[in-house]
T-cell receptor, first 115, second 114 residues
């Protein structure tokens, strides 16, 4: 079974540009999460999809961030326009939809550098 | 939300047993205790989860005392490849969502030396 994949692995852009990160969850996982770690900080939750619906987006830092999951499969996270403080590693995770505590499977992350 | 406290770093030699203790004094009745491991340039990976007493799997053991205010992750006979950051998470199954976010702290950087 393939794990969670993320693309690109690295992205270097200039301030003001737009970047789109992609996450492909494990097949059959209805739940998809985005997290990020900025330099020196803890991994922080951004948002949670259940299928194509946003279950919880309270962690999104501001309206420059837009996450989508059309069709309930892969997800994209767009940052527009990017700012210096957006630099960090963005992780995607997925989990099944059954009840109880669900293990989240993480992708390798996308390292975003904004210059 | 139960806050967790764990050592920032630990060192060990190959072949030794490593115990990482996590404090979570405000743990709620519905909270589970979960440990994740993260290698450099990778995402966190689930290791083990428990609610009370002891849980053991092929990777580690998790010891939880009766009051559940702390927990200890035990790694038997560590090798160089166990060098990683270990996160203790206390998460809920309740609060209206069984599939919610994970709260990561700073974790414990374990370094295993030859």
């Amino acid at each position: 079974e393939a794990g969670v994949t993320q693309f690109p692995s690295h992205s270097v852009i200039e301030k003001g540009q737009t970047v789109t990160l992609r996450c492909d969850p494990i097949s059959g996982h209805d739940n998809l999460y985005w997290y990020r770690r900025v330099m020196g900080k803890e991994i922080k939750f951004l948002l949670h999809f259940v299928k194509e619906s946003k279950q919880d987006e309270s962690g999104m830092p501001n309206n420059r961030f837009l996450a989508e999951r059309t069709g309930g499969t892969y997800s994209t996270l767009k940052v527009q326009p990017a700012e210096l403080e957006d630099s960090g590693v963005y992780f995607c995770a997925s989990s099944r939809s059954s009840g109880g505590y669900n293990e989240q499977f993480f992708g390798p992350g996308t390292r975003l550098t904004v210059l | 939300l139960a806050k967790t406290t764990q050592p920032i770093s630990m060192d060990s030699y190959e072949g030794q047993e490593v115990n990482i203790t996590c404090s979570h004094n405000n743990i709620a009745t519905n909270d589970y205790i979960t440990w994740y491991q993260q290698f450099p340039s990778q995402g966190p990976r689930f290791i083990i989860q428990g609610y009370k007493t002891k849980v053991t799997n092929e990777v580690a053991s998790l010891f939880i005392p009766a009051d559940r205010k702390s927990s200890t992750l035990s790694l038997p006979r560590v090798s160089l490849s166990d060098t990683a950051v270990y996160y203790c998470l206390v998460g809920d199954e309740d609060r209206g969502s069984t599939l919610g976010r994970l709260y990561f702290g700073r974790g414990t950087q374990l370094t295993v030396w030859p």
